[in-house]
């Protein structure tokens, strides 16, 4: 079955830029959308953004401009970046991959990679 | 944008008791409404999607249902795994709802 792994630095420096690798393996990227959701302490989900196999992108508005997701279906990986951090930006980050009537909800996760952000 | 709210907070119940969770849109989410399950230190699980369908491999004691703007997500009895934290999410904006926690009586 399909499966997925987040990796990346666990420590960020505010203002600097976050990046995130995930590896999906036992399936193909291609016809799915792939997507970030972020979890902070304590706290609720919040979707960042999916990215389709073709490249195509859709994001949160709250974080677009801070944001860029890219694929690279040769190696089974998507990825995220996300710039100008803060320490509202730490989270675990989940990479999951999307499915449904208009790919909206989320059927299978990376088991998550906590990211903290601080000097 | 659309809104969700949960309730309760918490539910407090004892293994084999019915457990009723609630998911409210600020605005009709045409039954485009899933659950997650999800336990400390791991991600989240897919329950529900479009309002009632059970996702693959989930026990016949999860039951979803409503329309418009109130859905419900029902655990018939309660099975000592099931004590965890359920989320519902919707279609508009993606968003998810703040979770409702399932913690052991």
């Known amino acids: 079955q399909v499966q997925l792994q987040e990796s990346g630095p666990g420590l960020v420096r505010p203002a600097e830029t976050l990046s995130l690798t995930c590896t999906v393996s036992?399936?193909?990227?291609?016809?799915?959308?792939w997507s970030w959701i972020r979890q902070s302490p304590g706290k609720t989900l919040e979707w960042i953004g999916s990215?389709?196999?073709?490249?195509?992108?859709i994001y949160n508005s709250s974080l677009k401009s801070r944001l860029t997701l890219t694929i690279d279906s040769s190696k089974s990986q998507f990825s995220l970046r996300l710039n100008s951090v803060t320490a509202s930006d730490t989270a675990v980050y989940f990479c999951?991959?999307?499915?449904?009537?208009?790919?909206?909800?989320?059927?299978?996760w990376g088991q998550g990679s906590l990211v903290t952000v601080s000097s | 944008e659309i809104v969700l709210t949960q309730s309760p907070d918490t539910l407090s119940l004892s293994p084999g008791e019915r457990a009723i969770l609630s998911c409210r849109a600020s605005?009709?989410?045409?039954?485009?409404l899933v659950w997650y399950q999800q336990k400390p230190g791991q991600a989240p699980r897919l329950l529900i999607y479009?309002?009632?369908n059970r996702a693959a491999g989930i026990p016949a004691r999860f039951t979803g249902s409503g329309s418009g703007t109130d859905y419900t997500l029902t655990i018939s009895s309660l099975e000592p795994e099931d004590f965890a934290v359920y989320y519902c999410?919707?279609?508009?904006?993606?968003?998810f709802g703040p979770g409702t926690k399932v913690d052991i009586k």
């Open positions: 605005q009709s989410v045409s039954g485009y």
């Open positions: 999410q919707q279609r508009n904006n993606w968003s």
């Open positions: 036992g399936g193909s990227l291609e016809t799915y959308y």
């Open positions: 999951a991959r999307n499915s449904g009537s208009g790919s909206y909800f989320f059927d299978v």
């Open positions: 990215i389709y196999s073709s490249g195509s992108t």
């Open positions: 479009d309002t009632y």
